[in-house]
């Protein structure tokens, strides 16, 4: 595909709720446009976005895909994203390299969860965006309902483009409102048609909302309408372009894939109505002095790129996907990664084409394009040059709130995981890895369920490496309430010289100020040179309570009496019989376990508040307050760890996708006994199978 000007470029991001015809409507671009011969389908793995083996099992979009068609003259680079709420990491890349962005609503299922995610991110990176209505030949579709629902949620500057003829089964085309033109589909083809009859009136409203909210973008058009006065087609499409541009309305438009109505369209939307690079605002940067500098979209200009993607390709190794704001990068260049204080070296570059690339000569100012084998720069840096280092503003991705523990299924995967999860983590941003220094598990926290299955498919066919998960472990305490005098004695004679320690020791509680050691020896029944000996046998008890093998915090050991043999003894022996000493008085000064107790804060749309509440109190929840904040109702609690570990999937199960959670540790306390029961019996059967 050879280079065509900055202002003939268009980088469109496709999102909404998951299912909603992202892949299908991509799929149908590229082929109309002849990127793409046979027109490939999601369900039967044939889609060609869509080229991942996980992807197509599952029949549904999990990374983002990218391919780049030209219409007359435009080159139009789709980027679809999946619509599956754990797999939001990759919308976000998807908005971070886009200048506009087509929202697919299915006209059955109206305003979801994925739907204002996509909006969120639309406003969040300034990503004007048009909404595309949906699958509307299906059963219980109603296009304009769902028109209305979209007005209803995102308010008046949401503006009809067209609106449906017909609906569900009796969809048959559409009416164009800008230039009062209706058409109708029968077999793929289009045929202009007379304006329904029955439709007057709808069209006379629809198109006044169209004009009220266009008219919003400029004001001579303003004046017009306000007087009354005819606008042109023409004026309202200039109109139109600059309302969408600058974000201060939505076009509307209604579809159906299967039936290929509104694609053309669809085309023509994208390229009169979405911005050209050209017309973003400079994006801002950030100079080595930490100064910020606005750069513009000029492929003459400095250097500025960021990374929005990068993915183990099976065959060309890593493969990191770049947007170029400014300047350009050619094959064999070397640019900086300021954020890295590295530099890196540039082998082939490519445009994007699906599950291939496709090598050029350079990537440009506007352009999207890809660079394999990377050695430093990973999702999110920014590429410039040493000259004129600059970075930009990270990439947000969401805290992943669900934890499992991850072991190697084999003894041969064990020396392959850590690198092979580090990797994964690579590609995908919203996983985090963590050793836990207490359990000594391996955790991967994740965004959901599915994206932890997702990633060990992926970790088998792309790293060879097999993994199995468990619940992780919750770093459970013990402590004492109580006080007790225990007596250890530690004895024994072979051959030689025999070992010999004796102690009594005081144990009692010591609130918040961890395990401490003290002597009261008086008449140096227990010399001196032994206490280092005890000490180390109360520590090791500590490191390994009695209970149920947790450490045992907040408690005072005092070495009181003993007494020793002028041969025998040594630290050991003290160390040993300090070891028995502590686990008795211990176990009789009334030990309890301790759990981790998190703060939790969750935010949901306050219909869904008794629903979170209700299922907190099961998780022994205690609430601390309400609150409401940027029209969500904020709740916050003291859970249980022990409580919380699907918490993210639950959530998301009772709110359709709408809540989101954070957890911080907060104290710990008291088990209550029918829990500790089970802590301490699952204790022993590891104790025995071990
Ligand atoms: N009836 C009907 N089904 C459609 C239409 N467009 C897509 N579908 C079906 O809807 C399902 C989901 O389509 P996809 O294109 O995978 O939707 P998506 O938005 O990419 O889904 P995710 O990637 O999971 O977010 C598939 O079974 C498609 O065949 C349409 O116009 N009419
Ligand atoms: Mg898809």
Not at 117 to 143: G, K, M, Q, Y
Request: charged residues 25%; hydrophobic residues 35%; negative net charge.
């Amino acid at each position: 595909m050879p280079h065509v000007d900055i202002s003939r470029l268009r980088n469109v991001v496709l999102a909404g709720h998951a299912g909603s015809g992202k892949t299908t409507i991509a799929e149908h671009l590229l082929h109309k446009a002849g990127v793409i011969n046979r027109m490939g389908n999601v369900n039967d793995g044939t889609a060609s976005l869509d080229f991942e083996p996980e992807e197509q099992k599952r029949q549904l979009s999990l990374s983002l895909a990218a391919n780049t068609f030209d219409r007359d003259g435009n080159h139009v680079t789709l980027i679809d994203t999946p619509g599956y709420a754990d797999f939001v990491g990759e919308v976000i890349s998807g908005f971070a390299a886009a200048d506009g962005a087509l929202i697919t609503v299915d006209a059955s299922g109206g305003v979801e969860a994925g739907t204002e995610t996509a909006v969120r991110l639309s406003r969040s990176s300034h990503t004007p965006a048009i909404f595309v209505i949906t699958r509307c030949e299906r059963e219980n579709a109603d296009p304009t309902a769902t028109l209305d629902a979209l007005r209803e949620e995102f308010g008046n500057k949401i503006a009809p483009l067209q609106i449906a003829i017909g609906k569900a089964d009796a969809f048959s085309g559409y009416v164009d409102l800008v230039h009062r033109k209706a058409y109708a589909y029968e077999d793929g083809q289009r045929t202009e048609v007379p304006v329904p009859e029955d439709m007057a009136d709808e069209v006379a409203l629809r198109r006044e909302q169209l004009l009220e909210a266009a008219a919003d973008a400029d004001d001579e058009v303003l004046m017009k309408f306000l007087e009354g006065e005819e606008v042109s087609d023409q004026e309202l499409e200039r109109c139109l372009h600059k309302g969408v541009k600058d974000s201060v309305l939505a076009p509307v438009m209604v579809t159906s894939a299967n039936r290929d109505i509104g694609m053309t369209a669809m085309l023509d939307a994208i390229v009169r109505y979405l911005p050209t690079p050209l017309e973003e605002p400079p994006v801002t940067a950030t100079d080595p002095r930490g100064d910020e500098v606005e750069v513009s979209p000029d492929p003459d200009g400095p250097l500025l790129a960021q990374v929005f993607k990068t993915t183990a390709d099976p065959f060309v190794g890593r493969l990191t996907y770049f947007r170029v704001w400014s300047g350009r990068i050619s094959s064999h260049d070397t640019v900086w990664n300021a954020e890295k204080g590295e530099e890196e070296r540039i082998a082939q570059v490519f445009y994007i084409k699906g599950a291939e690339q496709e090598a050029v000569d350079e990537i440009r100012a506007g352009e999207i394009g890809a660079v394999a084998k990377l050695a430093h720069t990973v999702t999110s840096d920014s590429l410039s040059r040493k000259e004129t280092p600059l970075t930009m503003a990270p990439l947000v991705y969401p805290q992943p709130m669900l934890p499992v523990a991850v072991e190697p299924a084999s003894k041969a995967d064990l020396d392959k995981l850590s690198g092979a999860l580090s990797r994964l983590q690579e590609e995908d941003p919203t996983l985090t890895i963590e050793r836990n220094a207490e359990t000594g598990e391996q955790l991967l926290w994740a965004q959901g369920e599915n994206q932890i299955q997702v990633a060990s498919e992926r970790l088998e066919r792309k790293f060879g490496t097999s993994i199995v998960t468990n619940p992780p472990r919750i770093p459970y305490r013990e402590t004492i309430r109580g006080t007790a005098k225990a007596e250890g004695r530690h004895k024994k004679q072979t051959g030689g010289r025999g070992q010999f320690g004796h102690v009594w020791l005081e144990i009692s509680p010591n609130p918040g100020a961890g395990v401490e050691f003290d002597t009261k020896v008086v008449g140096g029944v227990v010399p001196k040179q032994f206490f280092p000996g005890v000490e180390k046998g109360v520590r090791a008890v500590a490191e390994k309570g009695p209970v149920a093998g947790y450490p045992v915090i907040d408690f005072k050991a005092v070495l009181y009496d003993g007494s020793f043999h002028t041969v025998d003894s040594d630290e050991l022996s003290f160390r040993l019989a300090a070891v028995s000493a502590t686990r008795k008085g211990i176990n009789e000064a009334n030990p309890t376990l301790l759990e981790p107790v998190m703060e939790v804060e969750v935010r949901v749309p306050e219909q869904y508040m008794g629903e979170v509440n209700r299922d907190l109190n099961t998780r022994r929840g205690r609430l601390l307050g309400m609150d409401a904040r940027d029209g969500q109702q904020i709740l916050s609690a003291h859970v249980p760890q022990a409580e919380l570990s699907t918490y993210a999937t639950e959530l998301r199960s009772i709110t359709g996708g709408r809540g989101t959670f954070t957890a911080k540790l907060a104290q710990y306390e008291e088990v209550p006994s029918h829990v500790a029961q089970k802590v301490i019996e699952e204790h022993r059967a590891e104790e025995d199978e071990g």
